[in-house]
C-alpha cells in the first residue's frame, strides 16, 4: 500500500535516507526533464542550496547524462571540463538516470566531498533506488 505522501514527499524521503545512511553522499538530489523542454528542473533535494535549478540537456555532469542515457561516475570534479561546481567542497560525483518505459525522465544526482568514493556497488544500489523511484512516477 502507498503511503499519503506526495510524490515529492516520498523523494525528498529517498534523498534524506541516502544522505543520512552513506557517510560519502553529502549533497543528494533529483533532476527531472522539465516538460517538453530540453533542459533538466531541480527536484527535491538534501543538501546545501543550489543556483542550478535548470540545467540545458548537454550541460555539465547532468545534462550529459540527460543525452547520453548511461551513468556518469566522476572520481575527481576537477578534472571534468564540462562540469556545473555548486559547492567548492564538491570532489566527486555520480549520476544515475531514471527509465519510465524506457524513457530518460530524469536522474539521482549525488556530490561526494570525499574524493574517489564511487565503486560499482553504488551504482548497482542507485539503480536499484532509480527502478524503485520509476514505479513512483510511472
Ligand atoms: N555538478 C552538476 C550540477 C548539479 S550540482 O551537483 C547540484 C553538473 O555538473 O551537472
Known sequence: ?????????????????????????????????????????????????????IIPFGKGICGQVAVSNKNFVVPDVSAQDNYIACSITVKAEIVIPIFVNGENVGQIDIDSNTPDPFTEDDERFLEFVCEHVAKQLA
Open 1 to 53: 500500500t502507498q503511503s499519503n505522501k506526495t510524490l515529492d514527499e516520498r523523494l525528498l524521503a529517498v534523498c534524506e535516507l541516502l544522505d543520512h545512511e552513506v557517510s560519502y553522499y553529502n549533497w543528494v538530489g533529483f533532476y527531472f526533464k522539465n516538460g517538453d523542454k530540453n533542459e533538466l528542473k531541480l527536484g527535491p533535494y538534501v543538501g546545501a542550496p543550489t543556483d542550478h535549478t
